[in-house]
């Protein structure tokens, strides 16, 4: 493969920090792994690939990406197996997703053997920081940022891309109580709506503050244009049990294309179940609600998996969803795909990778 044909320098830590960490009470993205992933792109081409111990990076302070925001990212998970090997979860299609945002936001394709063969080599290193607990995971973060030191709107010629790790637990502990947004927005057909790039998540956080001000814990966004249409839920993406169908909206240049939305619809469509990918209202959705036909409502995305909802509210009116059963779609879906995940069972879409 071509993940096989580039050499990483690597300089392993002289103290691992792994003792310092509390593994029975790990809060998401707060502890990382021992080491991380660091190439440099300059005249054309990635070079310096290296593999070094987490820590500080020194910038300039007129480094193109603090100002002008040319940056992404990916979320993305590793697990093990009950023989210890360290699993990928679909790394190709984050690796797809990871270039059609750099594409997306001028910045330069980061090549196979760098993203997915340097991935590879920093896990080996930091296996032992891959947790096993019960809903534990080993949270993988790529990203890349502009790195000329400019003050001039322009794409940047250099750029850092780097990997670094952290043992993590649930993304929520619950169901969550949503409130679908009808003054903000999230993004807006023919913006950056489908890229992974920070300003996406920087301009959410006002609106979000807002909704948990008032003692919810997320959004559902809705479109730029009439807040008519449903889009997606704070960091995820949103789907329905509707009259025994999965409806979720279908993936536009304002809504990101998800890997846990593709894997959910997937596995559905797998059970026989009928997925619908469509334009879907607000209006149908709590008019569903009103009627009882709103069999479960979640988010889907790499941190929080599979994150059903207890409310939504609308219009200043809370509607409560039914409680969820084992035979749920939502529970149904998150445990087959942590099983999967996980090695406990037969892999028959050959989404995993070992490392």
Request: glycine share 8%; net charge negative.
């Amino acid at each position: 493969m071509a993940t096989d044909t580039i050499q990483f320098e690597i300089q392993k830590t002289t103290q691992s920090r792994i003792a310092e960490v509390d593994f029975s009470n790990l809060v998401f993205g707060r502890s990382f792994s021992d080491h991380m992933l660091v190439s440099f792109y300059e005249d054309g081409q990635w070079g310096s690939n290296k593999i070094v111990p987490y820590g500080n990076l020194s910038l300039s302070p007129a480094i193109a990406s603090l100002h002008y925001g040319q940056t992404i990212f990916e979320g993305m998970k590793a697990y093990k197996n009950s023989d210890g090997e360290v699993l990928l979860f679909r790394p190709f299609d984050n690796w797809k997703r990871f270039n059609l945002s750099a594409k997306r936001m001028c910045m330069p394709e980061v090549p196979e053997e760098v993203f997915i063969g340097g991935l590879r080599e920093l896990l080996r290193l930091d296996s032992a920081w891959v947790p096993t607990g019960e809903g534990q995971s080993l949270y993988i973060r790529p990203y890349m940022f502009a790195a000329d030191e400019y003050i001039g709107v322009k794409p940047s010629d250099t750029y850092y891309f780097i990997i670094f790790t952290c043992p993590v637990g649930n993304y929520y502990s619950k169901p969550v109580k949503v409130r679908v947004e009808t003054e903000y927005i999230r993004a807006a057909e023919g913006g950056v709506g489908a890229a992974k790039c920070g300003g996406n998540y920087g301009g959410s956080l006002y609106p979000a503050k807002l909704a948990q001000l008032d003692g919810y814990d997320q959004l559902i966004w809705t479109d730029a244009k009439e807040h008519r249409f449903v889009e997606e839920s704070g960091t995820m993406n949103v789907m329905f049990m509707i009259d025994g169908k999965l409806v979720t909206p279908a993936v536009s240049s304002s809504i990101l294309d998800g890997v846990t939305r593709k894997s959910i619809i997937a596995v559905a469509e797998y059970w026989k179940i009928p997925v619908e990918q469509r334009k879907v209202t607000v209006d149908e959705v709590i008019t569903a609600a009103k009627q009882g036909r709103l069999e479960a409502a979640f988010g889907a995305g790499t941190a929080a998996v599979v994150s059903p909802f207890s409310h939504i509210a609308h219009e200043g009116v809370d509607y409560e969803l039914p409680e969820l059963t084992p035979e749920s779609f939502p529970v149904r879906v998150k445990e087959f795909l942590n099983d999967l995940r996980t090695g406990k069972t037969e892999d028959i879409f050959g989404w995993t990778l070992k490392v």
